[in-house]
């Protein structure tokens, strides 16, 4: 290691410089792993979640000032576990001398003197440290900024930073690999598979598919049974072929024009407006124009939900039994979202 470029400082003096803010949540983490079990918290090293089914379905913390181990997924003791979310917290606890990452910056490392204090040395221009092999290697890719910090040993998850490629995580570590040419990786399967699940079938999330227009077409026959709203001469209505998708219409006689609402947004016939898809009911495919990995089955009161990549549906575990597709988590009270609501 580099010579130190810091005065040690005490602890209490240290707190401001622990900070960090992990780009990823434990949502997210569910989201790319096809299997179930225990996850950290990138916001808080005493804490964890579980995942089931690409979700996370419950959360908690570690007791008695423990510390999350996410590659073991097991809680163990603050002086011979890491907090993967400060290097000030780690070194509070550490009774003999250690090399520590600094989560929110790759460039440095920490030196734990084992009596609370902590150093801080740097790997230099254009390096970084590695924490899994506690060594500064050329960047610019920061080796800690991986999901896999936060996820077990020997298991493979989704790459969020390259959608269609995977993660083999170890010792929080994420070694990055993709599948065979014209194959593509699915992280609710855990499989390679023909379709490509970021862009390709009318399932996949963020896409828009499954609509047989496109912007600006004129269709004829489509507006004759629309009407305007109040005073306007113009109005809206529903390319019935999707959940985002409408024609605007001048009369009851003229082509209907095509447009799409704004991606995250389905159109609401009613108001003839674009509206958040949990506060209209849609029964066509809501995975259209939406990034959300899931999203709530029309007509299951929220109980069931589909896998956007898939198309496959799921459900909450019945301890959880409701899907809340606004926070993308399962929980154990009834949704007012509308559909939720919704029935035939």
């Known amino acids: ?12 003096a240290c707190l401001l410089l622990a900070g960090q803010v992990s780009s990823y949540s434990m949502e997210d983490l569910c989201a790319q792993w096809s299997g179930s079990g225990y996850v950290g918290n990138p916001a808080d090293c005493t804490g964890w979640g579980y995942c089931q089914g690409q979700k996370l379905v419950s959360w908690n913390t570690c007791k008695n000032g423990l510390v999350f181990n996410a590659q073991t997924s097991t ?3 603050a002086n011979s576990t890491i907090c993967t979310t400060s290097a000030v917290a780690t070194c509070a606890a550490a009774k003999s001398p250690m090399y520590v990452a600094v989560p929110d910056d790759c460039n440095k490392y920490g030196y734990c003197f084992g009596n609370g204090t902590i150093d801080y040395g740097s790997c230099g221009t254009g390096g970084v440290y590695a924490a899994h092999s506690n060594a500064c290697i050329w960047g610019p890719a920061c080796p800690q900024d991986s999901i896999c910090r936060f996820m077990k ?15 083999l995580c170890n010792n929080g570590y994420g070694t990055p690999g993709s599948c065979p040419t014209n194959t593509f990786y699915s992280a609710g399967s855990g499989n390679c598979q023909s379709t490509n699940p970021c862009t390709g079938g009318s399932g996949s999330s963020g896409s828009n598919t499954g609509s047989p227009y496109t912007v600006g077409q004129q269709v004829s026959g489509v507006c004759k049974d629309g009407k305007a709203i109040g005073s306007a001469t113009t109005f809206y209505v529903s390319d019935t072929k999707t959940c985002y998708g409408y024609f605007y219409c001048t009369s009851t006689t003229e082509d209907g024009i095509w447009n799409s609402c704004l991606f ?3 159109f609401d016939p009613t108001p003839q407006q674009c509206v958040s898809p949990a506060a209209y009911a849609c029964s066509l495919n809501r995975c259209g124009n939406v990034a959300s990995p899931f999203m709530a089955v029309f007509n299951t009161n929220c109980t069931e939900y589909e896998i956007c990549s898939s198309s496959a549906t799921n459900y909450c575990p019945s301890s959880n039994k409701y899907y809340d597709e606004v926070h993308n988590i399962c929980t154990t009270k009834p949704l007012n979202y509308t559909i939720c609501e919704a029935s035939t």
């Open 75 to 77: 809680c163990g003791f």
């Open 153 to 167: 040993n020997d298991i493979f998850v989704g790459d969020p930073n390259n959608c269609g490629s995977y993660l």
């Open 1 to 12: 290691m580099g010579g130190f470029n810091m005065k040690v400082c005490a602890l209490a």
């Open 264 to 266: 995250g947004t389905h």
